[in-house]
């Protein structure tokens, strides 16, 4: 689901819950996703899909730098996760090869923006047809969502882009799978290494 309102499914053991929510700070917003086992831990092919999705967001995170612009950002993005999407099985190579530039492949499964402007809205006004400019904040979350296996994968954290590398501004909230899966374990408490 790329967002679902209602909330009133049961949560099944084998299930991963995406969870997209924010807060609002002197009249700024911000927007995080997260996605969680049900039952504490991900299966060999949900850790599969939930890193592929990270390394595309720690990728894309780098590609946010002044000058560059946003549609060419989301085309470099689309690259790599098209590669990412091979890599789990999902598309063939020679398909990709062969696709038609207008409608790549990878939408069958990633089928939304990487980024979108964030600031005194949750999806703020931004110039689109514009570079990208030091002080700019964005969203960054690539997704994946299989309807065939019951999956949807994203991740998502507020990036500020500046002069030199961008600065995540929620390096601080666990991401990675292995912490996610710790911090279940200890029932939600914060797993200190
Ligand atoms: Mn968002």
Redesign the pocket.
């Known amino acids: 689901m790329l967002h679902y309102i209602s909330n009133d499914l049961v949560c099944n053991d084998g299930d991963v819950i995406l969870m997209?929510f924010g807060c609002e700070y002197g009249g700024y917003a911000s927007?995080l996703?997260r996605c969680v086992p049900v039952n504490g831990r991900f299966t060999k092919r949900q850790k599969d899909v939930y890193n592929a999705v990270l390394r595309v967001k720690n990728e894309a995170t780098q590609l946010l730098r002044p000058g560059t612009m946003l549609a060419d950002y989301h085309k470099e993005v689309g690259k790599i996760m098209e590669s990412e999407l091979i890599g789990l099985g999902l598309l063939d190579k020679n398909d990709v090869a062969k696709q038609d530039p207008e409608k790549p492949l990878y939408k069958k499964y990633f089928m939304h923006g990487t980024s979108?402007f964030l600031g005194l809205d949750?999806?703020d006004v931004g110039l689109w047809n514009e570079m990208i400019q030091p002080d700019m904040v964005f969203?960054v979350?690539p997704g994946i969502y299989i309807r065939e296996e019951k999956l949807g994968i994203r991740l998502?954290n507020n990036i500020l882009v500046t002069r030199d590398a961008p600065i995540d501004l929620f390096k601080d909230i666990p991401v990675e799978a292995d912490e996610i899966e710790g911090m279940m374990a200890s029932k939600g408490k914060k797993v200190v290494a």
Do not use: L
């Open positions: 997209d927007d996703t979108h949750v999806h969203t979350e998502e």
